[in-house]
């Protein structure tokens, strides 16, 4: 069975400072990764996806994420926050067979 | 169309009452997913069409939820003797194989 864990419901940063979404995932074998972005009261965004390819993965607004197999993480950064990425982000696993597992989602609030 | 479809947008029902619920998918896609968004709340998995196969239920709170899938396409969420605690947004996606899914603006759903 997958599961997906992200370690903090709540992220607080300054604006100009990094951002770490921290995700781990469990699966029986590699799966596919992605992270949405759900800005208020609109619908799911894509911002990037693994799918074994490289293992450090660019995405849209700056943002990327790194597939760790030996640690099973797969952690979403960006250099520099901007008051625009407060959102809610959602790391998701997909594995064939399978559907799609979501973890409970980080919430990002960004000050100025 | 370019993109998964809901309607309605937004669904004003009174308590005890039957409501339904649409989701056009992208052309092709074989997966199609319903999750429930209540507020401040992550994504809770509802029910899976998987082309062919018997769609996975096991999100579905209670017996008053169903859905079904038509020619692999359209999908309806059916809501019975609806109650408040049903006041959601109710979001679908697809997706083809491994890859991303899609998400439609969802339908949110107000209960009075």
């Known amino acids: 069975a997958q599961s997906v864990t992200q370690l903090d419901s709540h992220v607080s940063v300054s604006e100009g400072t990094p951002v770490l979404l921290r995700c781990n995932y469990s699966?029986?074998?590699?799966?596919?990764l992605f992270w949405y972005v759900q800005h208020p009261n609109k619908g799911l965004q894509l911002l990037l996806k693994y799918t074994s390819a490289a293992t450090l993965v660019k995405g849209i607004n700056g943002f990327e994420a790194e597939f760790k197999k030996s640690e099973t993480s797969f952690h979403l950064t960006k250099p520099s926050a901007h008051m625009s990425d407060a959102a809610e982000y959602f790391c998701v696993s997909y594995a064939a067979g399978n559907k799609l597992t979501f973890g409970g989602g980080t919430r990002v609030l960004v000050k100025p | 169309g370019a993109g998964v479809s809901q309607s309605p947008s937004n669904k004003v029902t009174e308590k005890g009452k039957d409501v339904e619920l649409r989701c056009d998918p992208i052309?092709?896609?074989?997966?199609l997913y319903w999750y429930r968004q209540s507020l401040g709340q992550g994504l809770e998995f509802l029910i899976y069409?998987?082309?062919?196969?018997?769609?996975?239920k096991s999100g579905l709170p209670s017996d008053r939820f169903s859905a079904e899938r038509t020619g692999g396409s359209v999908s309806t969420l059916t809501i019975q003797r609806t109650q408040q605690e049903d006041s959601a947004v109710y979001l679908c996606?697809?997706?083809?194989?491994?890859?991303?899914?899609?998400f439609g603006q969802g339908t949110r759903l107000t209960v009075v």
């Open positions: 996606a697809s997706s083809q194989s491994n890859t991303e899914a899609f």
């Open positions: 052309s092709g896609h074989t997966a």
């Open positions: 699966s029986s074998y590699s799966p596919s």
């Open positions: 069409f998987q082309g062919n196969s018997a769609p996975d």
